[in-house]
């Protein structure tokens, strides 16, 4: 069988750069290069031998291409790695926001040493492709996730308590440009093990780090899982002629400045001098749990709402609440972040019951949500506003850097001044096994970031029954 590189991205600088290194590597006997310039592949298959164009276009139909090509010729260890340049696109606030690490924490049965836990971790790491990258910015502002060789993630034995380790690690700034994406700190309990997981927003959303906890779980117990690639939310709706207009006039306003790892350096350390977050738990049995259940379902309402609508039942003001939502439509398991994301406005009716808010709640969680099924109008929008101007709306959150256009479009996002009450994210049932092989996971704690147009963030997950519920604050300090 041959041995087949794929590389996306081919006809840029860097993407030619990998082809004309791969092409010299003897064990790959073709390289796939994909990229939406015909006269720019033709070149590339001209100037090197070994390569097949595909004129694709991954952020349409180019992906479901790709798989039809791959199952046809099956390739020798095709599915174990892609040589890769993914532009950050929908995700890009991510790359310059001064808060955006999500926190897991689990306990198991039993004490694993630390050789086997770190020898899981790194296969963990391995099994994983956008933990095999690392960022990249151009002259022109444009990011990609590029591959690493060398990746930073790591995990660590510690005596400290977790949530001490966890406040200390905050302020100290993720090297994503090195391929540092996520840090795991052990402690050892005098009969179980506990787990603490940081995870950059870059490598993925909550259901990005469950799937890598059951990767590495699955490791340890000498168990095996499939190559899984980078994948990042997409949504196929188009903006609106005005929104359009708007947002050309806007970017061409910008002053064209390129932000670098520098600036994200300067930004972190000016933000977090005089900052922390606190994150409070909250665990509803298995016995309560069921019977909130049972009163939800009588009332045909979720979870989500009933939590929403008991968190601002003492307001008397109106509250903005931020959902985070799932954007897996394919349901796959791969990392990388695939949220989206919803907000309503609602007042606390003092004179109707919790259940009757939530059904309010309820009603325009849904209106939202139908709305998100054709498509993030949030995304897309986002999305269009050019790259530096994105860092440069992050940047004034953290104090950084201020333009007028910048303050005026962060004020209008809720990056400064009036920011969303609170953001809830419900991670569910956690759908990842419990057992694995001798190790069970006895209790899982999850917290999303606070991140820059947010002022508290409730999550919520459930394992063997049991809901934790945290609230991840952020507070200034003296």
């Known amino acids: 069988?041959?041995?087949?590189?794929?590389?996306?991205?081919?006809?840029?600088?860097?993407?030619?750069?990998?082809?004309?290194?791969?092409n010299t590597w003897d064990d790959i006997d073709e390289i796939w290069a994909i990229g939406r310039n015909t006269e720019k592949l033709a070149n590339l298959s001209n100037s090197y031998n070994k390569t097949a164009p595909i004129c694709a276009d991954l952020l349409k139909d180019g992906v479901e291409r790709l798989s039809e090509k791959l199952a046809d010729e099956k390739p020798d260890g095709g599915s174990q790695k892609i040589f890769m340049k993914h532009r950050i696109h929908y995700e890009r606030d991510e790359l310059f926001d001064v808060s955006m690490v999500i926190t897991n924490k689990i306990e198991i049965t039993g004490k694993p040493s630390e050789d086997k836990l770190k020898d899981a971790f790194m296969k963990a790491v391995q099994n994983n492709e956008v933990l095999l990258t690392k960022i990249m910015i151009e002259d022109d502002g444009n990011a990609f996730y590029v591959e690493n060789s060398m990746p930073k993630s790591q995990i660590r034995f510690v005596d400290e308590a977790l949530e001490t380790i966890r406040q200390k690690e905050e302020k100290k700034r993720f090297l994503v440009e090195e391929g540092e994406y996520i840090r795991a700190f052990v402690k050892e309990n005098e009969n179980d093990t506990s787990i603490l997981f940081l995870m950059h927003h870059l490598a993925g959303d909550g259901k990005s780090l469950l799937y890598f906890i059951e990767d590495l779980l699955t490791f340890l117990c000498?168990?095996?899982?499939?190559y899984k690639g980078l994948r990042t939310a997409e949504t196929k709706r188009k903006l609106d002629p005005v929104s359009k207009m708007w947002l050309h006039c806007v970017n061409r306003k910008l002053s064209g400045r390129v932000f670098t790892f520098d600036d994200a350096v300067l930004a972190?350390?000016?933000?977090?001098?005089?900052?922390?977050?606190?994150?409070?738990?909250?665990?509803?049995?298995?016995?309560?749990?069921?019977?909130?259940?049972?009163?939800?379902?009588?009332?045909?309402?979720?979870?989500?709402?009933?939590?929403?609508?008991?968190?601002?039942?003492?307001?008397?003001?109106?509250?903005?609440?931020?959902?985070?939502?799932?954007y897996r439509h394919d349901k796959n398991r791969c990392m990388g972040n695939q949220a989206a994301a919803i907000r309503i406005k609602y007042?606390?009716?003092?004179?109707?019951?919790?259940?009757?808010?939530?059904?309010?709640?309820?009603?325009?969680?849904?209106?939202?949500?139908?709305?998100l099924e054709k498509g993030s109008y949030i995304l897309n929008f986002v999305a269009n506003i050019s790259p530096t101007l994105r860092d440069a709306v992050?940047?004034?959150?953290?104090?950084?850097?201020?333009?007028?256009?910048?303050?005026?479009?962060?004020?209008?996002?809720?990056?400064?001044?009036k920011t969303r009450d609170y953001a809830i994210t419900n991670l569910l049932v956690a759908d990842i096994p419990v057992k694995y092989g001798e190790y069970e996971i006895k209790q899982m704690m999850f917290a999303g970031p606070v991140?820059?147009?947010?002022?508290?963030?409730?999550?919520?997950?459930?394992?063997?029954?049991?809901t934790v519920i945290t609230t991840h604050t952020r507070k200034s300090i003296a």
């Open 394 to 417: 992050n940047l004034e959150h953290s104090g950084y850097f201020h333009s007028k256009i910048s303050f005026c479009l962060a004020k209008a996002m809720g990056y400064v001044g």
């Open 451 to 466: 991140v820059s147009y947010e002022k508290c963030v409730i999550s919520a997950v459930t394992l063997n029954g049991k």
């Open 347 to 371: 007042r606390y009716d003092p004179s109707k019951t919790l259940i009757e808010n939530a059904i309010q709640l309820q009603r325009r969680i849904d209106k939202n949500l139908k709305a």
């Open 222 to 226: 000498g168990g095996v899982k499939e």
């Open 268 to 326: 972190f350390e000016h933000y977090w001098e005089n900052r922390t977050t606190v994150i409070e738990t909250e665990v509803i049995e298995k016995e309560e749990m069921d019977a909130i259940l049972s009163r939800c379902r009588k009332a045909g309402i979720k979870f989500t709402a009933y939590l929403s609508a008991k968190l601002i039942s003492e307001s008397c003001k109106k509250t903005v609440l931020g959902y985070a939502v799932n």
């Open 1 to 22: 069988m041959k041995k087949i590189a794929i590389i996306t991205g081919a006809t840029g600088g860097l993407g030619a750069a990998f082809i004309s290194a791969v």
